[in-house]
């Protein structure tokens, strides 16, 4: 089976399940993907954001919602329900249904360019190498490539892979810098029926299931050196 058709599948029978605990990861997902902005001298206004498996949009809506444009908004999906999805959601936004990993947008457009729980659906190492090296290559010199994913493994699901800064560096080279994210899942959930108070306190210490890297392009001047 073709890569592509096997995640559409993977995706066409996964159902995720709406609990206090995913509202908080994806709150806090959605945060540090906008912190990525502190490292950018474009000021969110004047952004341009592409997001790699944007799914029904719900990143760009957050994009959107800050204040970036939505004609200066991009997405691409594998599952061309999402796309549609998307596209009626973000009418001024770029969505592109594709079938590959080369993104269908040309080189050096974007300020910021982010795949979220994307490449730990990929299987095979050089189509994941191939979409990270297509994020950088549709990335302005100056901007900056994010990516949110899995950094343990789920021995009862075999059809991700989790993500590891190796595998990352491999790829394409050493990430400029590296977040802990997304606290232990069901933990959360649990602590959904705790006091605010308490679970406030309870969550830092808990066990970080997911990485937020980020790469700085070369400017142009740095290039040159």
Not at 79 to 84: D, G, L, W
Not at 116 to 124: A, E, N
Not at 177 to 190: F, I, T, Y
Request: hydrophobic letters at 45%; glycine letters at 6%; charged letters at 25%.
């Amino acid at each position: 089976m073709k890569e592509t058709d096997r995640i559409r599948e993977y995706f066409g029978r996964t159902l995720w399940r709406a609990s206090a605990g995913r509202a908080y990861l994806v709150e806090e997902r959605v945060g540090l993907l906008r912190s990525a902005v502190n490292l950018l001298a474009t000021p969110t206004r004047g952004l341009s954001v592409c997001d790699v498996g944007c799914g029904t949009g719900h990143d760009l809506r957050t994009w959107r919602d800050a204040g970036v444009p939505g004609a200066s908004l991009a997405g691409t999906e594998l599952v061309p329900e999402r796309a549609a999805a998307a596209r009626a959601a973000l009418p001024q936004a770029d969505i592109r249904a594709v079938d590959g990993f080369d993104l269908p947008f040309a080189t050096d457009t974007f300020d910021l360019c982010s795949a979220s729980l994307v490449l730990s659906t990929i299987i095979q190492a050089e189509h994941r190498r191939r979409l990270l090296m297509e994020m950088a290559r549709v990335t302005a010199p100056g901007g900056i490539v994010v990516v949110y994913d899995f950094v343990i493994s789920k021995p009862w699901n075999r059809e991700v892979r989790r993500i590891t800064a190796r595998s990352l560096q491999d790829a394409w080279r050493r990430p400029d810098r590296v977040l802990s994210a997304a606290p232990l899942l069901p933990a959360l959930d649990a602590m959904s029926h705790l006091p605010r108070s308490v679970s406030r306190r309870l969550i830092p210490l808990l066990p970080r299931t997911h990485r937020v890297w980020l790469w700085r392009v070369p400017a142009l001047s740095e290039q040159e050196d």
